[in-house]
């Protein structure tokens, strides 16, 4: 059987513990415990507000960044891209790109007025030896 003073003493280190982790300066249970509820409260603000930051630093990399989708077909790619904001020599980028992955461009279709979105149709360049 615990005795009561066992309690008395498991119950004192828990506030104390309680205490240190909400970096409460209370003395009696009723303030230590009062601090422990502001303290998390305070936690789940932060919490939230971490949430809310992510779902936005999420939500502008998703735009920032494009999407490319490559489709082999019989003797060419067929190849997308797109970003939600047009950025400022991104189809020369990808044209350099293209070059320097040996693709020769044989048709392709730009949009850049608010998005950017390229879709080309291209080929392997044969090289001569």
Known sequence: MVSREQKR???YKKLQ???SITNSH???KASIILDASNYIKDLKKRVEKLNQ??????????????????EE???????????????????????QAFEELGLE?????????????LEAIATRVRRHV
């Open 73 to 95: 077909q019989e003797n060419h790619f067929l190849i997308k891209v797109f970003t939600a904001r047009n950025c400022h020599g991104l189809l020369v980028f990808i044209l």
């Open 53 to 70: 930051d992510v779902s936005t630093a999420a939500s502008l990399t998703s735009q920032n960044f494009p999407t490319i989708r490559v």
């Open 105 to 117: 461009v044989l048709q392709a279709r730009v949009s850049t007025s608010d998005s950017f979105l």
């Open 17 to 19: 513990i309680l205490r």
């Open 9 to 11: 003493a498991a119950m």
């Open 26 to 28: 209370a003395h009696d």
